[in-house]
Structure formats: C-alpha cells, structure tokens
C-alpha cells in the first residue's frame, strides 16, 4: 500500500450504545479490585444493573453493597446463584475460583461472564463452555479489551485489508508488583501470565490465528510464581508474533500489527482505550483515529453491553470472542506454562 492508498480517515467504531441493549439484573460474584470497578463502570455509563452481590462472608458481601450501593449482599456463591431476581453473574473471584464459579452459576441456569482467563487452562475453559452450551446459557469471558471502541476499529482495519498480507505482531504488558499483591501468591495461580501475558496473546491470536509453535522462556519470582516470560509464536503461514509479559518493571505496554502494505499501532496501555495509528509500509504517511474517551477501566462496561446484546439476539457466544478463541488463546498460554515448568495450584 502506498501512502497515497491510506484514507484519510480510520472508521468510526460500532459498539452498541449503553441505551441499545436491554438493562439486565447482574449478581456479582467476588468482592476484589476488578469487581469494585466494574460495578462502578456499570452504574457510571450504562442503563445495566448491579442487584446483588455474593462473597464468601457475610461481612465482605455487606461491606461491598454498601460501598457499591447494592442491595442485596449473600454469604455465599450458591446463594448468588439461586437469587431470581439475577440474570447473569460477573464472576471475578481469583483465577483459581473461575471454573467452580462459572460452572455453578450455569448449573442454576444463569448467563456468565467469566473475568480473564477463562479458566486456568483450556481444559478448564472447554468444561465451562461446554456446560454452558448444554444449558443454554450464555457465556463469555471478559476480555474487555476487545469489546472497546478502540479495538473496533483495529477490526475494521483488519477485515478491509488495510494492512495487507499481515506478518508480525510484537506486543508486550509490563507493570511492577509489590508484595502481598495476590499476583505474587503461587496458591491464588499467580505470575504474569495468567494476568498480564493473557492480553498479548490473545491479541496475536486474535489477529493471526492459533499458533502452531511456541517457544517461550522466563523467570520465576521469590515467591514461586513466573515473574517475566518472553514467547515467540508462529502463526499460519509462518507469520510471527513476539510477546513479552512481566511484574518485576513496568513496559512500554504497547502493540504493533504489521502488515506488507501498513502497520497499525496501539500506544501503550495497548489494552485499554486509546488511539489507533496507521502508518504506511514507507513510512510516509500515518492517519490515526484519535479515542474521544481515554477513561481506563472505566470502559469496563464495554463487555456487559456485549453480553446483554447477545442475550437479547438469543446467542449463546460472543461472535467477537467465542468459545474457540479462548481456546487458542490458552492453548498458547498452556503451551509456555509447559515449556516453563510452571504450574497452577489444583482448583478446589
């Protein structure tokens, strides 16, 4: 693509406004970071409502409704689940709760919206899809990213072919954690890539499809959980993606889809909502669409109107991130936990 070939405009995004999906009653299972701001990403900039909350304790379920101004706080996931004024649990308990809560919410017949990772690994995420679909209830996981405006248009530009033939990913996620973030802790299934190293490859799966090679090496923290990884993935014809995770120091976070006729580039964080940069193979010319909302997690809500537009269309899946995807993405991720001698206490 020459530069004269690039438009003088990126397309404009086509996520659903919050006033064009129905207002569904979530029930929100953990009390933690994530939960905390996607209630309040929720009632800040969507006509979706927070009902009820389910803990482990009483006292953390109450404590969090009043803070949330929830109105109905229960002492365990069961009785989250059972409560019938709840149409679809946010499940955002630590990675290692993931499947025993996905998979009790769909036993009582709830849709789910699992926080990333799906599970701690593609079997887990396969078990928690696959009951989903036996039940007939939706499921998703929560990769917000790629329900952002932001990343609409990275998708368009990719479905047009601006880019032309696309041959390398390079995408990385670095922040630094101090003790006793629970990222540190092996037995909640700590270490980068399960928070961290998920976003890059998700993001190079997405764009070049599964990977049919993996090559990964890294280190692993104090602690016992992996601190950096750095992984190499071959793609279907032989295209390439190098991604890079750590906890130890904070990276520049940022992504590049390059392509033979143009590459696109995601300033870092490249997971959140920001601007998207296309610049020609020679360099000359670059058109950018510029985020009119650079709000961080508070774009959270992005994925709760992509569930609530599913389930008002009837669908089981997300079409932008199905069951499939996930599995390639952690298929890959499985692959370097292998290669690294990393492992993941059992889920209780």
């Known amino acids: 693509m020459s530069s004269l070939s690039l438009p003088d405009a990126l397309p404009a995004p086509r996520r659903p406004l919050p006033s064009s999906v129905p207002s569904l009653r979530w029930g929100v ?12 990403s929720l009632q800040a900039s969507t006509t979706q409502r927070v009902v009820a909350v389910g803990s482990r304790t009483q006292a953390s379920a109450d404590a969090f409704a009043a803070s949330a101004r929830i109105n109905r706080a229960h002492a365990s996931a069961d009785a989250l689940v059972a409560d019938p004024e709840v149409d679809v649990i946010y499940v955002a308990t630590p990675h290692h709760l993931h499947v025993a809560g996905a998979l009790l919410a ?9 926080e990333k990772p799906l599970g701690l690994n593609a079997t887990e995420a396969q078990a928690i899809s696959d009951a989903a679909a036996g039940a007939g209830v939706f499921c998703m ?15 368009q530009v990719l479905d047009a072919g601006l880019l032309g033939d696309v041959r390398t990913v390079l995408a990385d ?6 003790p006793p973030h629970r990222i540190l ?27 049919s090679r993996v090559l990964a090496t890294g280190e692993m923290t104090d602690t016992g959980v992996n601190g950096q990884a750095a992984m190499v993935l071959t793609h279907a014809g032989d295209a390439t993606s190098v991604l890079h995770s750590t906890l130890l120091t904070r990276t520049p976070t940022t992504a590049t ?4 006729a143009a590459t696109l580039t995601l300033p870092g964080p490249f997971f959140m909502p920001g601007d998207v940069v296309v610049t020609s193979a020679d360099g000359s010319r670059s058109v950018t669409w510029t985020d009119p909302e650079p709000i961080g997690h508070g ?3 992005h994925s709760a109107l992509e569930v609530a537009r599913c389930i008002s269309e009837g669908l089981l899946e997300s079409p932008l991130h199905p069951a ?3 599995q390639d993405n952690l298929r890959a991720l499985d692959e370097v936990t292998r290669q690294l001698g990393i492992t993941y206490s059992p889920t209780p």
């Open 29 to 40: 299972l953990g009390t933690g970071w994530i939960a905390s701001r996607f209630v309040a």
């Open 106 to 114: 769909v036993g009582a017949g709830k849709h789910v919206l699992v």
């Open 141 to 155: 996981e929560a990769m917000w990213t790629l329900f952002l405006p932001r990343f609409d248009v990275v998708r």
């Open 173 to 178: 996620h670095g922040e630094h954690f101090d």
């Open 185 to 211: 802790d092996p037995a909640m299934a700590g270490g980068s890539l399960l928070d961290l190293g998920t976003y890059v490859t998700t993001l190079a799966t997405w764009a070049l499809g599964p990977a």
């Open 257 to 260: 889809i390059a392509g033979t």
């Open 299 to 301: 774009a959270l809500f």
């Open 324 to 326: 499939a995807s996930v």
